[in-house]
């Protein structure tokens, strides 16, 4: 049934100044996606830079947050993971990685620099690619769970 996952323990962050998803997909220059397990999303933000929307769900059992982030050149995000992630392959034959555990996230700002964002410490994380759009699904703590939602991505 839709909208009964599991959540990691620690909740994602809360989602900045809501938008409806119709004005968001106008915002940004790549194609938005929303996974059929967890239906529409309670929560939609852009970024300044129209480079990241994210998606928000308030289930029962904790918040599920989805990132997607524009492939293109300039200013983005990437992981501090001192653990192994696992590499997942889906069933269309896409790749993904899990991090089972806390890691930190750290932004790059317009000029390249790297900014910690202290509001990111991050837990269970699925990451795949789509075309040139990443997607970051957070707040499940099950791999198994992770991967039926990312599957179900349209």
Same mark, same amino acid.
């Given at each position: 049934?839709?909208?009964? =996952? *599991? #959540?990691?323990?620690?909740?994602?962050?809360?989602?900045?100044?809501?938008?409806?998803? %119709?004005?968001?997909?106008? +915002?940004?220059?790549?194609?938005?996606?929303?996974?059929?397990?967890?239906?529409?999303?309670?929560? @939609?933000?852009?970024?300044?830079?129209?480079?990241?929307?994210?998606? $928000? =769900?308030?289930?029962?059992?904790?918040?599920?947050?989805?990132?997607?982030?524009?492939? !293109?050149?300039?200013? $983005?995000?990437?992981?501090?993971?001192?653990?192994?992630?696992?590499?997942? !392959?889906?069933? %269309?034959? !896409?790749?993904?990685? =899990?991090?089972?555990? *806390?890691?930190?996230?750290?932004?790059?700002?317009?000029?390249?620099?790297? @900014?910690?964002?202290?509001?990111? #410490? *991050?837990?269970?994380?699925?990451? =795949?690619?789509?075309?040139?759009? !990443? +997607?970051?699904?957070?707040? +499940?703590?099950?791999?198994?769970?992770?991967?039926?939602?990312?599957? *179900?991505?349209?």
């Amino acid at each position: 049934s839709q909208r009964t =996952w *599991s #959540p990691r323990p620690a909740t994602p962050p809360p989602i900045g100044r809501d938008l409806t998803w %119709d004005r968001a997909r106008r +915002l940004i220059d790549f194609a938005a996606v929303v996974p059929e397990e967890l239906g529409p999303p309670d929560h @939609v933000e852009v970024s300044e830079d129209r480079r990241r929307l994210t998606l $928000g =769900w308030d289930l029962a059992e904790g918040r599920v947050r989805l990132d997607e982030f524009d492939g !293109t050149p300039g200013p $983005g995000f990437f992981k501090k993971y001192h653990g192994r992630p696992e590499q997942v !392959t889906m069933a %269309d034959g !896409t790749w993904a990685l =899990w991090l089972p555990s *806390s890691h930190e996230v750290t932004v790059l700002d317009a000029y390249g620099r790297e @900014v910690p964002d202290t509001r990111r #410490p *991050s837990g269970p994380t699925l990451v =795949w690619p789509r075309g040139d759009v !990443t +997607l970051r699904l957070e707040g +499940l703590a099950d791999l198994g769970a992770a991967v039926r939602v990312a599957e *179900s991505v349209r």
